[in-house]
């Protein structure tokens, strides 16, 4: 019997957990965060002594940030013991110790001061100790924490600074030290100031940090090695991880002049010969596998071997593949899985069998291909979250959990979440749990996936699959003449089902439309509000998954790479000589995109057994051929 999607309310079609009733309930709070905006201490009391409703501390939150009166200081101080690491007590706090800052009240601000990465209000925090007496050995162990940063400081700084370094505390070590953090990903503008720090027969090493940090072939130049010191050798080393991207001929040239130059360490030279084997088998490079062998095995990690098996899979070399992982531990679902592809094309197919076989109990992209492979029945090894009546009441009447809900009914969505994110900060797994159930049942998806990700709860699949949106999703699945389970597979990957997503490339809402793709499908523009009603997003998001598919002459898999990098990009990725489509998805370029057509095609699957589908989604790519 085919089985139905889960309930949605109509409401649930719009936004998540906005109903009429919702509206109403709330229509309180924004009366009152309407007056209390601009009112003064006495209509401010007034409006919080009429207010019953779980966002009362927000009220609150937006009074006292705007008035960090001194004469209410014990009920302003009184609130942040409260709510004393909840999303609402920072930005009080922050403008509290601001006033207090402002009018030089030094006890009061040290005694409302909490750890920060707010280095400005840190470094007052730091003043004000020294000036009322604190020890000075202590206070400036913390400056120098401060001022050895990658970074430059704000001005607030600057006279602690001073003061540190009169006092003494400045040290060629640290000096040098800043200067590494600030070539080495840090601010490299700072140099040249770092540079006056340093003797002066040193300061060409600030100068060369920075030529390397800008052109990396800069490390290759032997001359620039002039007294073949440890700083020196340390430049060299930074660089010379960086060439091996760049200019792998000249990085593999340079570093046999380096080894010899330098009394590098095992652990120093362990790094280089890790970057050097994977930007070598990354690219296919013929040196890769000799560099591999150099890495410890400690080092040996999934990333390398994965592109050493990407390496060589492009050479199809099943020899190499056998006797490289035939033995070694802990390997992934996908190594196990071309492991025992490779055992097959050399004609032990009963080791393959057995591989294969207990790849195929995975719920997992690899264990569906596993299952194909073998002619086994899909198994999502699914579990029910069982929860008792008890805990779920205690979770859903914790006053985080009231505040998380009532946001998500006014679509506050960041808001919601950073409620959500404490709640679940401070929680145990089983009130996780507790928690994930509760949103599920009211249809908080993305909240009840991230949650049960977090504690790696993988096997609740009715949670982590919901069906969601399900009437807009076959809807406009059917409209656009494709399979309903592949277009809610792609919103699972592209946005748990958070209707407000938005990428930083700006990819908006459930599909996680660009506007200007949404423009292109819809022939006329698109706001990203709208982008963000499930309605108008899948409509168009389901049209432009028909027109990859039509572009690419029917077939799902190059429409689902298309969808995350572009038509034009993965036309290039074909081969001259066709290859198997399982081969061809493994070698895609870009390592986001192979990971993904593989997510959406196991999602696919998963959602395929979920709705009661007999077979295995994957089976066809078995038989299937790109390029050519």
């Not at 162990?141 to 009169?166: A, I």
């Not at 090695?225 to 990085?251: M, N, P, Q």
């Not at 779920?392 to 998500?408: D, I, L, S, T």
């Amino acid at each position: 019997m085919k089985k139905q999607f889960l309930s949605v309310t109509a409401a649930a079609l719009l936004f998540p957990l906005f109903s009429a009733y919702a509206n109403t309930e709330h229509d309180v709070f924004l009366d009152a965060e309407k007056k209390v905006k601009y009112a003064n201490y006495q209509e401010f009391k007034e409006v919080v002594a009429q207010l019953d409703h779980p966002l009362k501390p927000y009220i609150e939150k937006t009074y006292w940030q705007r008035h960090p009166d001194i004469e209410h200081q014990s009920e302003i101080e009184r609130y942040l013991t409260i709510y004393q690491s909840t999303p609402l007590e920072w930005p009080v706090r922050k403008a509290w110790l601001q006033n207090l800052q402002k009018q030089n009240r030094k006890a009061a601000f040290i005694n409302n001061y909490r750890e920060t990465t707010n280095s400005e209000l840190t470094c007052t925090y730091l003043q004000y100790q020294l000036d009322l007496g604190a020890p000075e050995q202590a206070i400036m162990s913390q400056v120098t924490n401060l001022w050895t940063v990658g970074k430059s400081q704000p001005e607030e700084c600057d006279s602690l600074f001073n003061v540190w370094r009169k006092k003494g505390y400045m040290s060629q070590e640290q000096i040098w030290q800043r200067i590494t953090l600030s070539a080495q990903g840090g601010s490299q503008s700072l140099l040249p100031y770092l540079k006056t720090l340093l003797p002066k027969n040193e300061q060409y090493l600030a100068d060369f940090y920075r030529k390397v940090r800008s052109d990396p072939s800069a490390v290759a130049g032997m001359y620039r090695y002039k007294h073949k010191t440890v700083k020196e050798s340390e430049i060299a080393h930074y660089g010379i991880k960086r060439l091996i991207w760049r200019d792998k001929t000249l990085a593999l040239k340079a570093w046999e002049k380096l080894d010899k130059m330098f009394n590098y360490s095992d652990e120093q030279k362990a790094d280089v010969y890790y970057s050097f084997a994977l930007s070598l088998a990354s690219s296919g490079h013929p040196e890769a596998r000799f560099w591999l062998s150099k890495v410890p095995k400690d080092r040996q990690d999934r990333k390398l071997m994965q592109w050493q098996l990407g390496n060589m899979l492009k050479t199809q070399d099943w020899p190499g593949i056998v006797a490289f992982f035939t033995g070694k531990e802990n390997l992934s679902l996908g190594q196990q899985y071309w492991l025992a592809y490779s055992l097959e094309q050399r004609g032990d197919t009963q080791r393959a069998k057995a591989i294969w076989q207990t790849v195929a109990k995975e719920r997992d992209y690899y264990g569906f291909l596993a299952a194909a492979r073998l002619g086994l029945p899909i198994e999502l090894n699914s579990q029910p979250l069982l929860v008792s009546d008890k805990l779920m009441h205690e979770v859903a009447n914790a006053p985080g959990f009231k505040r998380a809900k009532a946001m998500y009914e006014l679509e506050r969505f960041t808001s919601a979440r950073r409620e959500w994110n404490y709640l679940t900060s401070t929680s145990s797994d089983e009130e996780k749990l507790a928690a994930s159930k509760l949103a599920a049942e009211l249809d908080w998806y993305d909240s009840t996936i991230y949650t049960l990700a977090q504690i790696k709860a993988w096997d609740y699949v009715e949670l982590r699959f919901p069906f969601a949106f399900q009437d807009l999703f076959e809807r406009y699945s059917k409209r656009n003449h494709i399979d309903v389970t592949w277009s809610i597979a792609i919103s699972r990957r592209e946005s748990s089902f958070a209707p407000d997503a938005r990428s930083h490339a700006n990819a908006r809402g459930l599909m996680q439309l660009l506007p200007s793709t949404a423009k292109y499908v819809n022939k006329n523009t698109v706001s990203g509000n709208r982008l963000n009603q499930p309605r108008t997003n899948i409509r168009l998001g389901t049209k432009y998954l028909e027109y990859l598919k039509k572009k690419n002459h029917g077939n799902e898999i190059l429409a689902t790479a298309s969808y995350n990098a572009g038509y034009h990009r993965i036309k290039k990725w074909l081969p001259d000589e066709a290859i198997p489509a399982e081969l061809w998805i493994e070698l895609i370029p870009y390592r986001e995109t192979r990971e993904y057509v593989k997510n959406v095609f196991a999602y696919r699957q998963v959602y395929h057994t979920r709705l009661g589908r007999e077979g295995n989604i994957l089976a066809p790519i078995l038989d299937m051929k790109m390029g050519g």
